[in-house]
């Protein structure tokens, strides 16, 4: 291994924000949220239909990232692509509870169900 997972971690740096950066600023929806472990920008998952989380780690090389659900705590390394355990990050650890899934609110299409990968 080239370098480590750890390296990709950095628990001093908060998220970008509530929900997904990309789709905030494009006025898109997402499914779930996910967080780079290095930068802290926030993407939607796999599932969404714009895939940032995944997008941003092709982009910017940043290649671990953590659930940014609530209860949820594991991280995705894209290299070995594998799930592992990592340290604590900066608060918050998760998205508003408040925050409806999909989200965000007022912008999930009727049929968002057949819009998903
Ligand atoms: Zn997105
Ligand atoms: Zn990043």
Redesign the pocket.
Known sequence: MAESAEDQIDPSVPPSGSGCLDCLEAGGWWLHLRR?A??G?VGCCDNSPSQHATR?ARS?G?TVIRSFEPGEDWFWDYVSEQFFEGPGLAAPQHHPLDQPTPGPAGRVPPDWQSHLH
Do not use: I, N, P, Y
Request: net charge positive; hydrophobic share 15%.
């Open positions: 780079c290095k930068c920008v941003h910017s940043h």
